[in-house]
Structures are given as structure tokens and as C-alpha cells.
């Protein structure tokens, strides 16, 4: 029999309606509210069905077990270290595995942030599901919005679960763009960060990594909003900075530490990245 709660050493913080209703106009919970949050170990025959969808956002992490979503007309398995993302209004279902059911951390959230970072995570009805590469960061974000929840319900500890709750949805969305080790991408970005004061061909480097020059330029423009050079340079410039804060190097030697050796052509680039010369940036108060 399916049942929504009710587990052993289960975790259940609900905020009742009248004080979601009253944070929904206050500034901050305004923007982003945790209604509900919880975590469900080894949940044998969970399930929910809401053929209507409901108002909040719900996010729920799978840390153990299997189970399913059904969203968008489609059903998919749902395993460890995987995400589900289920917008406001969006009709769904999803249960645990009979045979190994699932143990899952989640929370509903509410706000005028949240079909943003919904956007940026790039959840849909239709796909529904994020796998994570930094599931213990997530979980650990879902366990201290339980955590504070239960405390109280209080104006002050509601704010403070939503700013949890806007680390954990960026999170989500850092996590689907991270570059999953041993890929082209992963394996081309390490290859530039260890050669920061070189230059390379991208034909070269796509052959590298075995891919097409377009694929590997698609892939860093979901990642990275630019090219590969584009990238490249800018970790040459984090690097320029670093030397310019903590050494005491020339600035032409600074522009071959990182592989550009015309000081002129250096400090074109870095200015035209910060908006100010080397010497104009070292010079500047910082912190």
C-alpha cells in the first residue's frame, strides 16, 4: 500500500499555511520560502501522486536506494545521487522502488527567485531529474533546512531557511554544469588549467580529447558561456591576478607567467577583461 509518510526515524517539518501566506509578503521569504522539508529513510512503498501539481517548487535528492518520477508524460528511474526538480503547477508522481526502496532528503520551496533558479538548474516537466556531482554538498543543505525548520517557524528562522534554500538551488544549477570527470570537457579544462602560461590550437585540443572542434566549442559554451580561448584567457587573467596580488613581479614578467610574452598585447587582454591596466589593478585597495 502507498502511503506518503509515516517511516521509521523519518524527519517531517511542515510550515503551517497561515505563516506561509504571511512570509509570502515579507521581504526576503518574499523571494524564496521552504513550506515543507524532510527526509525519508529507506522509505518502503512511498509515494505521491498530484495530478494537479501543487504551488511549490519540490527538489528531492536521492542519497540511497532507487525509486521514480512521472512528469511531462514520461517516467524515469531515479537513483543515487540524483536530483528531482518538479516546478510549481507541473502535474507528477513518484514513489520509492519496491524491491530497493529509496532513502530521500527534500523540501518545497516557494518565492519569486524560484522559477529562475528552476530556469538555471534547467529542470522541466519532461526532465525532471539532475545528477549530481556534489551530492554530499546538497544533502548537507537539505539536513540543515530540516534541521532549522524544526526549531521553529519563526520570521526569523524562516529567513534563514531561504537563504539555505537559494544556496541549495544554485548549487543544483552548478551541479549540471560542472564537467563530470573523465570527459571531453573535464578532460580538456584540466588540460588548459595546467597550461595556463602556454597557448593552444583548439583543433589540437579537440583531437586531444577526441571529439570535433564544434562539439568541443558547444560544450564549452553550455559550460562556460564562451569559447575555449575565451576560457583559456580567462584562467590566464585569474592567474595574472593571483601574481599581481601576492608578488612583487614586473608587469611584463607577470604577462609571460602566463604565456604572453608582448607586455603590450598582456595588458591589452587585462584591461580589456578588468577595466584597468596591471599597475592601475595592483595599485587598487582591495578587501
Request: aromatic letters at 4%; charged letters at 15%; glycine letters at 14%.
Given at each position: 500500500m502507498e502511503k506518503a509518510d509515516g517511516f521509521e526515524h523519518q524527519r517531517l517539518g511542515v510550515v503551517p499555511r497561515p505563516l506561509v501566506a504571511a512570509a509570502s509578503s515579507r521581504p526576503g521569504t518574499r523571494r524564496m520560502l521552504v513550506t515543507d522539508a524532510?527526509?525519508?529513510?529507506?522509505?518502503?512503498?512511498h509515494a505521491r501522486r498530484r495530478p494537479q501539481?501543487?504551488?511549490e517548487t519540490i527538489v528531492i535528492v536521492c542519497v540511497a536506494g532507487s525509486g521514480w518520477v512521472e512528469s511531462g508524460g514520461t517516467?524515469?528511474?531515479?537513483?543515487t545521487?540524483?536530483?528531482?526538480?518538479?516546478?510549481?503547477?507541473?502535474?507528477?508522481?513518484?514513489?520509492a522502488s519496491a524491491d530497493d526502496p529509496w532513502t530521500i532528503w527534500w523540501c518545497h520551496v516557494r518565492g519569486t527567485d524560484v522559477p529562475e533558479l528552476v530556469d538555471a538548474i534547467g529542470a522541466r516537466p519532461d526532465a525532471p531529474t539532475v545528477t549530481l556531482r556534489e551530492v554530499e554538498t546538497v544533502?548537507?543543505?537539505?539536513?540543515?533546512?530540516?534541521v532549522t525548520l524544526a526549531r521553529d517557524t519563526t520570521p526569523a528562522r524562516l529567513?534563514?531557511?531561504a537563504g539555505i534554500a537559494w544556496r541549495l538551488l544554485t548549487q543544483l544549477a552548478v551541479d549540471r554544469t560542472l564537467a563530470e570527470p573523465g570527459t571531453p570537457l573535464q578532460r580538456a579544462m584540466r588540460y588548459l588549467e595546467e597550461r595556463v602560461d602556454g597557448r593552444i590550437q583548439v583543433p589540437e585540443l579537440a583531437a586531444m580529447v577526441g571529439i570535433s572542434p564544434s562539439h568541443l566549442a558547444a560544450l564549452f559554451r553550455e559550460a562556460t558561456g564562451g569559447?575555449?580561448?575565451?576560457?583559456?584567457?580567462a584562467l590566464k587573467m585569474a592567474r595574472a591576478r593571483a601574481l599581481l596580488d601576492?608578488?612583487?613581479?614586473?608587469?611584463?614578467?607577470?604577462?609571460?607567467?602566463?604565456?604572453?610574452?608582448?607586455?603590450?598585447y598582456f595588458s591589452r587582454q587585462f584591461r580589456r577583461t578588468h577595466g584597468v591596466s596591471p599597475r592601475g589593478y595592483r595599485e587598487t585597495r582591495k578587501g
Open positions: 524532510g527526509c525519508f529513510p529507506r522509505a518502503q512503498d501539481g501543487i504551488a517516467r524515469t528511474r531515479v537513483g545521487s540524483t536530483a528531482i526538480v518538479l516546478p510549481g503547477g507541473a502535474p507528477h508522481a513518484y514513489g544533502t548537507a543543505l537539505l539536513d540543515e533546512i530540516a529567513l534563514a531557511t569559447g575555449v580561448l575565451a576560457h583559456h584567457t601576492t608578488t612583487d613581479l614586473p608587469v611584463a614578467d607577470v604577462g609571460r607567467q602566463v604565456g604572453m610574452d608582448d607586455p603590450f
